[in-house]
């Protein structure tokens, strides 16, 4: 609150002040006050009333201003009167109790909201864990049972597979504090545990991987991280090239600088598919885009790439990707150093 405005918001007492001010000099006078007291009085009278709305002001704003810096550094702001304390002056304890009642209100609608969510997302990984029975049990059927049309059910129950794992990690996801341990792992061993829960959907599209080098550690987790290259191989698969019914995928790591004595690693995952075309290409990983592909040649839910840079952003892991329609698709995540390099 500037001192201007301050004075803005008392321009009818202050108006009201002057004019029983000019009254008063009139009335001294006419009742023969020599002029000199009469504008002694009137200066000491204006020199109070200045001084008095000084020290109001500076009263004031020392609150205001504390509640506008705790505002600006707190990301919850309806956390602002527990860290704020109460003023001394009238105006300044209604604003703060009524702002106190609203914030107690919007807490305990956040609380419930949490609450509502944590049981939310511990019902959803409940149900995929009790779901995993029924999938592997049919999967043991279908394996048991040999024929096109078992193959074709074990494909189907694959598919259904991959989007009961897409609902866990979208639940857990929403929670750092569940099921996500970030330590240092070889991305050779991350990328081979990917390719053999994927290495069905991978056959089934008859596309290679190429493996190149992947002796290389990096601080991730190690289960999210194989989900993230899970559902990279699985687009690598869906979006084939239809030009001679095969694709190769080459896979490989390597470091590079990225500042002064600052390095990362880098994961590169290429396929020589169909491409992104470029409008799409920027908009790839938001949340239920499907884009021109999605619709031409898969189903696609638009979740994939969407927890790809989710579950990358938790873990500190740089994603992106580059493309070209009808030449392929590149994917990078990049694991930036957590110790300095000598």
Known sequence: MTFWAYIADRLIPLAVGATALAFAALVMSVYGLDPAAVAFVCAVLVL???????????????????????????????????????????EGELFYDALDRESKAMRDRIAAARRRQREYREYVETWVHEIKTPIAAAHLVARNNPSPEMEAIDAEVDAIEGYVEQALYYSRGTSLDRDFQIREVVLGDVVRD????????????????????????????????SF?????????????????????????????ETGLDAWETLLVISDDGVGIPASDVGRVFDKGFTGENGRRFARSTGMGLYLVRQLCEKMGVAVWLESEEGVGTTVFLAFPDMVERA
């Not at 829960?197 to 991280?225: Q, S």
């Not at 993230?228 to 590079?256: M, T, W």
Request: proline fraction near 3%.
């Open 48 to 90: 109070a009333a200045a001084v008095a709305l000084l020290l109001d002001w500076l009263h004031r704003r020392a609150f205001y201003q504390r509640l506008a810096d705790m505002l600006d550094s707190l990301d919850e702001e309806y956390l602002s009167t527990e860290l704020t304390e109460r003023p001394g002056f009238l």
């Open 194 to 225: 990917a390719l053999r829960r994927k290495a069905r959907t991978l056959i089934g599209a008859r596309v290679t991987p190429e493996l190149g080098n992947l002796d290389l550690t990096v601080r991730a987790d190690p289960k999210w991280l």
């Open 228 to 256: 993230v290259i899970g559902q990279v191989l699985v687009n690598a698969a869906k979006y084939r090239s239809e030009k001679d019914g095969h694709g190769s995928l080459r896979i490989f790591a390597e470091r590079r």
